[in-house]
C-alpha cells in the first residue's frame, strides 16, 4: 500500500494547470500557495470571490494538506493501521477536494479543464485504487 501512496501522491503532483498564460505541474502551485499565505495571511483572502488567484490558493493548500496527510499515513511513529487508514482517507479527501476545486473553479476556462482531466488521470486511478485498498484494509482490521 506504501507505493500507492507513493504514486498517488506523485501522480497529482504533476498534474498540469494552466495558470495565466502558461502552464505549470500542481508542485508548483502547492509552494505558491504556501508563499501567498505567508506573505498576505488569512485574513487577505476573500472566500466567496470567484477570483482565478485566490481559487488557485485553495487548489493549493488542499493539495499540499491532503500529500502531507498521505505522507504522515506512511511514518512508522503511527502504530495503529486504522488510524493509518484514517488519515490516509483524509489526505485522499482533500486531494479530491483540491483536483474538483481545479476543475471546476473557472467555468470559461475548457483549456483548462481539459488539461487537467488529462494529466490528472493517472492520479485518478491512483486514488481510486488507493481509497479501495484503504476502505477493504478499514473494515478488515475492525473485525
Known sequence: MKQLKIWT???FSFVIIAIGHGIAPMLLVDFFSIHQLIENGFSSFNFSANDSETSFIFVGLFSLLGKLLIFLSMLRFIKKGNIKNIISLIGLFCLFISFYLLIFQNKNEETLKTVALFTGTPFLISSFF??????FVFFEEKR
Open 9 to 11: 501522491i506523485v501522480s
Open 130 to 135: 488507493l481509497f479501495v485498498k484503504s476502505v
